[in-house]
């Protein structure tokens, strides 16, 4: 099992920064690829940045140039530096994790971000 716990969160204006972090515990060395997702109120959760161990990270074009993900494998821990955020951004995020070898996909618990215009 993997346990993700997000932090980071919470109320902005329109402009400013947050970091998103995630830290992973449990079984964490079976984790390959780790991703940020979002759900905003109304609308269906996507697919905001993902990250492969020793690869590049891909990013949904409405995020690209203002956020960047990052991880830190020595502390188990997943990043998501927003910067220049809009109203748009406000939503759940979500941390993800995958774990090919079992055939796992696991989820935190979500963590709010609201941005005022």
């Known amino acids: 099992q993997?346990?993700?716990v997000e932090s980071g969160g919470g109320l902005v204006q329109a402009g400013d920064s947050l970091r998103?972090?995630?830290a992973a515990s449990g079984n964490t060395i079976c984790i390959r690829d780790m991703a940020w997702y979002r759900q905003a109120?109304?609308?269906?959760r996507e697919l905001v940045a993902s990250i492969i161990s020793g690869?590049?990270?891909?990013?949904?074009d409405s995020v690209k140039g203002r956020f960047?993900?990052?991880r830190d494998n020595a502390k188990?821990?997943?990043?998501?530096q927003m910067n220049s955020l809009k109203p748009?951004?406000?939503?759940?995020?979500?941390?993800?994790?995958?774990?090919?070898r079992?055939?796992?996909?696991?989820?935190?618990?979500?963590?709010l971000v609201t941005v005022s215009s």
Do not use: F, H, R
């Open 88 to 100: 748009e951004d406000t939503a759940v995020y979500y941390c993800n994790a995958d774990c090919p």
């Open 102 to 111: 079992y055939m796992k996909n696991y989820w935190g618990k979500g963590i």
């Open 2 to 4: 993997v346990q993700l």
């Open 76 to 80: 188990n821990t997943l990043y998501l």
């Open 20 to 22: 998103l972090s995630c």
């Open 68 to 70: 960047t993900i990052s």
């Open 55 to 60: 690869g590049s990270p891909n990013y949904v």
């Open 41 to 44: 109120p109304g609308k269906e």
